[in-house]
């Protein structure tokens, strides 16, 4: 089993930045897709970012290429989300999933594991 638990998520203001964390504990994730999905109220959950298990290979939702970006350092076996340029747009639960299919997985159904999730605003 794999624990996920985001953090770093809050209150920000449009054109601001957060970065996200995703701890994972009883397994390493080394060896796991790891990805972020977002929901915001009442809408559904949506991809947002992924990456491969070695972190060559990643891939983002279009509404955020070029203001976010995905990383993991396998040693401290957590993941990244940094979020630039942040709009009210952004506002939504920010959830990590890891996988332990390989590649690259844009829905949520390829994901295995999920964190709680970590609130995040942005206020215009």
């Known amino acids: 089993q794999v624990q996920l638990v985001e953090s770093g998520g809050g209150l920000v203001q449009a054109g601001g930045s957060l970065r996200l964390s995703c701890a994972a504990s009883?397994?390493?994730?080394?060896?796991?897709?790891m990805g972020w999905f977002r929901q915001a109220t009442g809408k559904e959950r949506e991809f947002v970012a992924a990456?491969?298990?070695?972190?060559?290979?990643?891939s983002y939702a279009d509404s955020v290429k070029g203001r976010f970006t995905i990383s993991r350092d396998n040693t401290k076996n957590t993941v990244y989300l940094q979020m630039n340029s942040l709009s009210p747009e952004d506002t939504a639960v920010y959830y990590c999933?890891?996988?332990?299919?390989?590649?690259?997985?844009?829905?949520?159904?390829?994901?295995?594991?999920w964190g709680q999730g970590t609130q995040v605003t942005v206020s215009s």
């Open positions: 990456i491969v298990s070695s972190g060559m290979r990643t």
């Open positions: 009883g397994r390493t994730i080394s060896s796991y897709g």
């Open positions: 999933a890891a996988t332990g299919r390989g590649g690259i997985w844009t829905y949520s159904q390829g994901y295995n594991y």
